[in-house]
């Protein structure tokens, strides 16, 4: 029997993909203060997302074979991962034809799609999660989880680690993802995890300062290693007060949550339209039209695939099932 749902982790999710969109926009000329509001989210907001998965993949107590298993998870992930990828090189060179494109793509993009998110970068995160859903199974029983951890570890400390089938992404998350299935066996971690918001906070950003200043290397890799944990706590302690206060902000956070990947997935395509858009209206040349530009961007990135999906992908079984 499934776990009862827990809405302080939709509202996890709900901060996570909002810190996502706001991260993938970043125009230029953007202030410092901005950009370096961009430099510490990075830190966590994808380490958020492993961490919430490895948790609720470990606490399921659904038995199924590893290839029904695998199965589910392609139908999940993959198949919107090529529908998509492939929609993008479409799109990209029929646009490409007769006006330029953002990293503008061939042909021979359709089959590279295979190995390489060659259509959008930011399509890394399904293909990895894809990945790790196929290591999982092989380690979570009893000590396994502790080879797992080795293994994930050495792969974060990789630095050469090849592009190709998104090897060198996956080497640096799949260590998040067997943390939060460490956080799922200990009632300890579960603690700190949903509490001292204000603590988390202060030692990600006192943490982040100090990796700032540091020369790339083994030292610096593994503030990145503990940046990505105490960053995702502060969001996940952050968003089980919230759940206590059971007020618009958390419902809204929660409904947000729960469309996280149909944001994730769509949330570039709208936000392309949005920027096309205001390139005729405001030239964010100063504060305030910067700030007016990215919140009507941001906020288009994350309602439009809210809306894309109520209005079309719900229409049909197929696009409702995969895209949500």
Known sequence: MEKTRDIAFDIAKGIG??????????????????VDFIDFIYYFHMPLFFIIAGYFYDRSTRRTDYLPFVWSKFQRLMIPYFILS????????????????DHPVTLDALYRV????????FLWFVYVLFLTFCLAPLFKKGGRLIIFSIM??????????????????????????????????SGGL??????YPLLWAVVTIGLSFVHTNMQPGVLSTLFLL????????????VSAWLSRLAGPVSLGLSRIGVMS????????????????????ILSGGNTIEFVLSALFIIGAGIVGPICLYKWVWTKNKFTARIFK
């Open 226 to 237: 503990v940046l990505g944990i105490t960053g995702s706590f502060m969001v996940l302690s």
């Open 114 to 121: 295979f190995y390489l998110p060659e259509a959008g970068y």
């Open 261 to 280: 990947m149909t944001i994730y997935l769509f949330h570039t395509w709208i936000m392309g339209g949005g920027k096309a858009i205001l390139t005729h």
């Open 190 to 195: 579960r603690q700190a995890m949903s509490r």
């Open 86 to 101: 492939w929609a993008i090189v479409g799109t990209k060179v029929g646009i490409g034809r007769v006006m330029p494109v």
């Open 152 to 185: 994930a570890l050495g792969l974060f400390f990789w630095d050469t680690a090849p592009q190709y089938f998104c090897i060198r992404q996956l080497s640096s998350h799949l260590v998040f993802f067997v943390w939060g299935m460490w956080v799922a066996r």
């Open 17 to 34: 993909i909002i810190l996502v969109v706001v991260g993938h926009y970043i125009p230029a000329g953007a202030p410092k203060w901005y």
